[in-house]
């Protein structure tokens, strides 16, 4: 008997060993095992681009920012009858502004400005096929901040600052008009009136 009571005894502490044994196993694959990873949710554009009420023209409020290229993209796509971009921007990503340029002048679209368009935003008014301005509108202009003769990365400031003069020229800006672009500082905002922004063709129509 008293051997059988040790036998119950061994077996019931080998019982126990192997319960715990397979439980720190449990726990080590669980701590192994691969966790989702953190979705980050992307910040909602900057910008409101949307046909006007009247059907005539697209507008565009806000920042000049990452997605604004594929969105007129879509808007032209829905619209091909469409001819006409008012802006209303005190600028923003100069890359975006570039891309915007191109779906305006494969599509022949003009640029208008009712109240303020800046930075960024003159560069997308300067690549319309006609550029008109309210008249109270203003179009604010500076230059680079970066330092002459230094790279960033893989940024040449100076190149940069080169493919928007010639996007300027390619709308057939004055020369002069473009060299004093490329001398301005980054501060304060040039904000050239409306004689000059006509003498130098960056406004076309009355």
Do not use: K, N
């Amino acid at each position: 008997m008293r051997t059988a009571s040790v036998d119950v005894i061994v077996l019931r502490l080998l019982l126990v060993l192997a319960l715990t044994a397979l439980g720190a196993v449990g726990i080590a694959m669980a701590r192994t095992e691969p966790r989702p990873l953190p979705v980050r949710i992307a910040p909602a554009p900057q910008f409101e681009l949307r046909l006007s009420a009247d059907g005539q023209a697209f507008e565009l409020g806000g920042l000049v920012d990452f997605g604004l290229t594929e969105a007129l993209r879509g808007l032209v796509a829905a619209h091909p009858e469409v001819r006409r971009l008012t802006l209303d921007s005190p600028g923003g990503y100069i890359a975006e502004a570039r891309g915007v340029v191109t779906v305006l002048r494969a599509h022949g679209i003009a640029t208008h400005v009712e109240r303020h368009c800046a930075s960024a935003c003159a560069l997308i008014f300067a690549g319309g096929s006609v550029r008109t301005l309210a008249p109270d509108a203003r179009i604010g202009l500076h230059g680079y901040a970066l330092a002459r003769d230094r790279h960033f990365g893989m940024i040449d400031p100076g190149r940069e600052m080169q493919r928007d003069l010639a996007i300027y020229r390619a709308q057939g800006i004055d020369e002069g008009f473009v060299l004093r672009l490329a001398a301005l500082p980054q501060m304060p905002m040039w904000y050239p009136d409306r004689a000059d922004l006509q003498a130098a063709g960056m406004v076309t129509q009355r």
